[in-house]
């Protein structure tokens, strides 16, 4: 049991975000074994409610990197000059994940449940309340997806300042209608 703890604690102290990664891919086991591991995390309403996409081509990663540049340049429009030259460099943090080869983006739904308990019965309320649900669940699937790439000697970072352009990365993505990116996760060999 001991043991246990200690090597949760190692896996814990020694994970930290990732932001530069080697050029070169990684194998697709690596990806099936963290998937995997995220497939074990908690989720409100069901695990059939979200799923994980695995992102390698380069031309779609730019699509999104352009969604989100041009995202960032229309929020700066209302700001005074100050506002906006600190804002786009805020941005700067929502970009790197162009240099991973492996994008992890788990999506979600709103559950089944809901939906029809919210076509009867609208109050953004309680369609905030689902959303809400989603998103934490969203962030334990993201939190063992960080620790499974810690485990594999892998780096990560979860991002979800990208997500300023979720609705493009959802079409750029291809995702059904009605499912949303919750994170964006670039893995790959941390470059130090
Ligand atoms: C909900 C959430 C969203 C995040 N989004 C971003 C992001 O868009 N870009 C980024 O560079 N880091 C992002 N991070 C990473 C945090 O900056 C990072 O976890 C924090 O600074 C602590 O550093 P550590 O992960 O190295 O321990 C995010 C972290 C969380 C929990």
């Known amino acids: 049991m001991e043991s246990t703890f200690l090597n949760l ?3 814990c102290k ?3 975000s990732c932001r530069r990664f ?3 891919n990684i ?3 690596a990806i099936e074994k963290i998937i ?3 497939k074990l995390s908690p989720y409100a309403g069901g695990r059939k409610n979200w799923d994980i996409l695995a ?3 380069k031309t779609l990663k730019q699509s999104m990197a352009n969604a989100i540049e041009e995202k960032i340049e229309s929020a700066t429009r209302d700001m005074d000059k100050a506002e906006a030259a600190m804002f786009r460099d805020y941005g700067k ?3 790197f994940f162009t240099q991973a080869p492996v994008l992890l983006v788990p999506y979600f739904r709103i559950s089944p449940v809901m939906q029809a308990l919210l076509r ?3 109050t953004n309320e309680l369609l905030q309340w689902e959303r809400d649900n989603s998103v934490k669940s969203i962030s334990c699937v993201s939190m063992l997806v960080l620790l499974a790439a810690e485990s594999l000697g892998l780096g990560a970072c979860y991002m979800t300042g990208p997500l300023i352009a979720k609705e493009e990365i959802g079409k750029i993505l291809a995702l059904p209608p009605g499912k949303e990116p919750g994170a964006i996760i670039p893995v790959g060999y941390p470059d130090k």
């Open 9 to 11: 604690e190692k896996l």
């Open 14 to 16: 020694s994970r930290s």
């Open 22 to 24: 080697k050029p070169g």
């Open 27 to 29: 194998p697709e086991s």
């Open 36 to 38: 995997t591991i995220a």
């Open 55 to 57: 992102i390698t081509d």
């Open 93 to 95: 943090n929502f970009l």
């Open 120 to 122: 009867q019965n609208v």
